[in-house]
């Protein structure tokens, strides 16, 4: 059954540095997402991508966040400069149009 | 706009007694709704997905949950719980025929399953 990957599983960075998170959604899907889940608290939208460009995005969403797909399988996270509350595990989704099917997640912790 | 309750942040049963999770949801347009499972230190599983037609509607590992416009639910339930049933469970809404409806979540239920 296809799925969706993410990497890496976990990652450790230090306040004000730059993070990728990668992610292969599954491959004839059109709509790609990251969510977030701060531990302990529900999972949070923070963007939608679709044909190239985002859709929609959440407040959470700021100037920090980038989003990307640089080719035709990956599409990646990127926080310019990590902060402490950015601590939480991340997961991308993607749908065509059925229910959303999740990655296993990436687990940040910037300390 | 569109949210979801989950009313109760963590659920005790003892094993082969019935599991009702409950959620509530609210939406502006008809709803696609969503039960997520999530076990320890993995990713969001999904349980089971109401869209039209039957209001109930099967999932995996012997979950079910019921679509009831007229209370605005969407409660979980499986008639006999087992221990690898512990987990957190997600209820989620999104708008009906919105492809790219970003899902949003209940706080989540923790189930746990006494032996």
Known sequence: ?111 | AQSVTQLGSHVSVSEGALVLLRCNYSSSVPPYLFWYVQYPNQGLQLLLKYTTGATLVKGINGFEAEFKKSETSFHLTKPSAHMSDAAEYFCAVSGLNSGNTPLVFGKGTRLSVIA
């Open chain 1, 1 to 111: 059954e296809p799925e969706v990957t993410q990497t890496p599983s976990h990652q450790v960075t230090q306040m004000g540095q730059e993070v990728i998170l990668r992610c292969v959604p599954i491959s004839n899907h059109l709509y790609f997402y990251w969510y977030r889940q701060i531990l302990g608290q529900k999972v949070e939208f923070l963007v939608s991508f679709y044909n190239n460009e985002i859709s929609e995005k959440s407040e959470i969403f700021d100037d920090q966040f980038s989003v990307e797909r640089p080719d035709g399988s990956n599409f990646t996270l990127k926080i310019r400069s990590t902060k402490l509350e950015d601590s939480a595990m991340y997961f991308c989704a993607s749908r065509d149009p059925g229910p959303p099917y999740f990655g296993p997640g990436t687990r940040l912790l910037v300390l």
